[in-house]
């Protein structure tokens, strides 16, 4: 059990810059996860944790001590790989124990964790048989084995669910969960999957391909949920939530107390009020200009007329049922909000024939799966992001 | 009439196979018979088949008076001692040129490539002068010293690859773990790439027993190997075909034999189930 450091960590590859200005401080005990699109650095951020890369610069601090140039093996760290990396040639319970003989621990006091550690996993009967007769679950259970009997101060994990089928990630993720209840200990965790991210994580890094505008590839460490309600910025608020938040370009103008935000090319306008969005001051310093306007495709619904609900009429183009939800994609002439993110492991950011936009309704509200809808938008739960910046104007 | 067109293909190709087959195996059994019919029905054409075997040829070489079995003892112990020695130095060497990073790299491994291109009868004066005046001429280790600039570029480039097979992230799973350099070599990768191993030390033992030309040149009366045996019944006054025969068959049992045993060794598979398989 420790705390980590990570102090204004980079990593070049020549000219290259892979991570540049990363610091984050992760508590004794937490569940740290980094996520981020392909290229963004964080399982190299990883292997630097775990002393498999070398630093460019900067300071990695575990326990108190500065471990920045420390061999992994004096490091106290343990990592489950993404594909396992199990000994192939040695039985489960080689596996596991060959940590512990490194460190010549007594061979029954090996024999002991070891089977503390394959009780804990459920891999009790499988000991003596080795990796290649294991299903992919059984080798992940094995792999988690080799972390947990050598209680280190820190665990790192590097998308290690992402070889599992979904059924067998879903049932992996809650027993990851457990475990880490059970244990207790620090964490940092690697993936791409959005759902792994923010269920497991105590704390969520966002992290992002370096760029020289924001000066390092950290967008954002935040609980889970502040992560999705308060996005400091456009690529947090795209990376996170599934399908994607819809990005319109919008007009800020004053109206009586409040403020009108029109969607450009349209005649969609939001009434912005102090009771729906008590910090509206800053936005007013907008008005008269444009501003990225942000809409998650959950805050869209069926029409309720409850307050605070704006209602829209949508040419759908195309919408897919997935069980109890719909996921409804339509366009709008409006311009392009120019990106500059990619979120390339997700299937869902190329719209369906040529529609930038999607809502999500339950399936149950859908009155009709093409052409106009009638629908309402959540007021409360707009974003708004500065233009030039691309960071969220709190509102 | 599709089935009889079939039939028709299929007999023209196991007659091809058969063909090359025979292109293949043909001299071996042709010498095998060689070593024991009677040196009366040597080269009669088409070969007489239905003579009576005679061992004779075998004693006259191996026991008496020849001394093709003292050879084959020379031969084996050049040969075993090539595979000792190669070992300790190609596979170093290929597991650094598989996991290191390392200015002139390419050019490193066509140089060693390189060795394998030229003759080896090139170099035969040279290695004798050179061997002659470190004082080495005649010994066991001249021999296997200058075998091994061939054994061990090949060696390397054989291991190379099977090293290259075994997944980074398990090495570095060992160095989390807790392992040093060396421990990380013997108990994880070598056991990794045993059917490398094997293979490599098959090859190199085969190279190095059918070796004829630098034993020709750097063996002695005493150290003279069964290669050299065989040649040695080309004489000024005849040549006597069923001794070279037989001295030939006793010579291709070794490696018929190791390739037998070891055959599965050739096709891998060790390394299944470390990653996602």
Redesign the interface.
């Given at each position: 059990m420790a705390t980590l450091s990570i102090q204004n960590v980079a990593k070049n590859y020549g000219e290259i810059k892979a991570l540049a200005n990363v610091s984050i401080d992760v508590a004794d005990g937490e569940v740290l996860v980094l996520v981020g699109p392909s290229g963004c650095g964080k399982s190299t951020l990883l292997r630097m944790i775990?002393?498999?890369e070398e630093l460019t610069g900067g300071q990695m601090v575990l326990g108190g001590r500065d471990v920045s140039y420390v061999?992994?093996?004096d490091?106290d760290?343990?990592?489950v790989?993404?594909?396992?990396?199990?000994?192939?040639?040695m039985t489960v319970f080689q596996n596991m124990a060959?940590?512990l003989e490194?460190?010549r621990l007594a061979k029954d006091v090996i024999k002991a964790k070891v089977m503390d550690a394959a009780r804990i996993l459920d891999l009790t009967h499988l000991v003596d048989r080795?990796?290649?007769?294991?299903s992919?679950g059984q080798?992940q259970r094995v792999a988690m084995g080799?972390a947990i009997v050598?209680n280190p101060a820190i665990y790192l994990m590097d998308e290690p669910l992402s070889?599992l089928d979904a059924k067998l990630r879903v049932q992996m993720r809650a027993e990851l969960k457990l475990l880490r209840e059970k244990l207790g200990v620090t964490t940092v965790y690697v993936t791409h999957d959005q759902v792994e991210a923010m269920t497991l994580g105590d704390r969520v890094a966002v992290l992002a391909p370096y760029s020289d505008k924001i000066g390092s590839n950290l967008q954002q460490v935040d609980t889970p949920h502040k992560l999705y309600e308060e996005p400091r910025n456009i690529f947090v608020a795209g990376f996170i939530g599934s399908p994607a938040m819809n990005f319109f370009k919008a007009q800020i103008a004053r109206k009586g107390n409040g403020l009108i935000a029109t969607i450009e090319g349209t005649d969609i306008a939001f009434n912005l009020t102090e009771a729906a969005h008590p910090h509206l001051s800053a936005l007013a310093g907008y008005a008269g200009k444009s501003v990225v306007m942000g809409i998650r495709p959950e805050f869209f619904d069926a029409p309720s007329g409850a307050p605070g609900r704006h209602p829209v009429d949508l040419d759908i183009l195309v919408s897919e049922i997935v069980g109890p939800d719909a996921f409804l994609h339509f366009d709008l002439p409006t311009p392009t909000v120019k990106a500059e993110f990619s979120r390339s492991n997700d299937s869902d950011e190329a719209g369906l024939n040529g529609a930038r936009f999607s809502a999500r309704i339950a399936t149950e509200k859908l009155t009709g799966e093409a052409g106009m809808i009638s629908l309402e938008v959540n007021v409360a739960k707009l974003h708004f992001f500065d233009e030039t910046s691309t960071l969220r104007i709190a509102t | 009439m599709i089935g009889q067109n079939t039939a028709t293909r299929k007999i023209t190709l196991y007659a091809l196979l058969a063909l090359v087959m025979l292109f293949f195996i043909g001299p071996i059994i042709w010498f095998i018979l060689l070593s024991i019919r009677p040196p009366s029905t040597a080269f009669t054409m088409p070969p007489v088949l239905n003579f009576t075997p005679d061992l004779g040829a075998f004693t006259r070489t191996m026991v008496d008076p020849g001394d093709n079995s003292g050879q084959a003892v020379n031969s084996l112990i050049v040969a075993i001692s090539a595979v000792l020695l190669n070992l300790p130095f190609s596979v170093p060497a290929a597991y650094a040129l598989s996991r290191f990073k390392f200015r002139r790299k390419k050019f490193l491994m066509l140089w060693y490539l390189s060795l394998l291109m030229a003759p080896p009868v090139a170099f035969l004066i040279p290695y004798f002068i050179l061997m002659t005046n470190v004082g080495l001429s005649g010994t066991y280790l001249s021999m296997v010293l200058v075998m091994q600039t061939l054994t061990i570029p090949f060696s390397i480039w054989l291991m190379k690859s099977f090293i290259d097979e075994v997944?980074r992230?398990?090495e570095?799973?060992?160095?989390?773990?807790?392992?040093?350099g060396w421990?990380i070599m013997f108990?994880?990768v070598l056991?990794?790439v045993m059917p490398g191993l094997i293979v490599t030390s098959m090859f190199a033992f085969v190279f190095a027993w059918n070796n004829a030309a630098f034993p020709l040149v750097l063996s002695s009366q005493r150290t003279a190997t069964l290669p050299i045996g065989t040649l040695s019944y080309f004489t000024n006054t005849g040549v006597t075909w069923g001794n070279i025969a037989a001295a030939a068959v006793v010579a291709m049992l070794p490696p018929m034999i190791i390739f037998l045993v070891f055959d599965r060794f050739v096709v891998r598979g060790?390394?299944?189930?470390?990653?996602?398989?």
């Open positions: 775990a002393g498999l061999d992994p093996k490091r760290v343990a990592m790989f993404q594909n396992y990396a199990l000994y192939p040639h060959f940590g490194q460190r080795k990796p290649g007769a294991l992919g080798r080799r050598r070889n | 997944p992230e398990i570095e799973a060992a160095r989390i773990d807790g392992a040093s421990t108990r994880v056991p990794l060790l390394t299944f189930g470390a990653v996602k398989g």
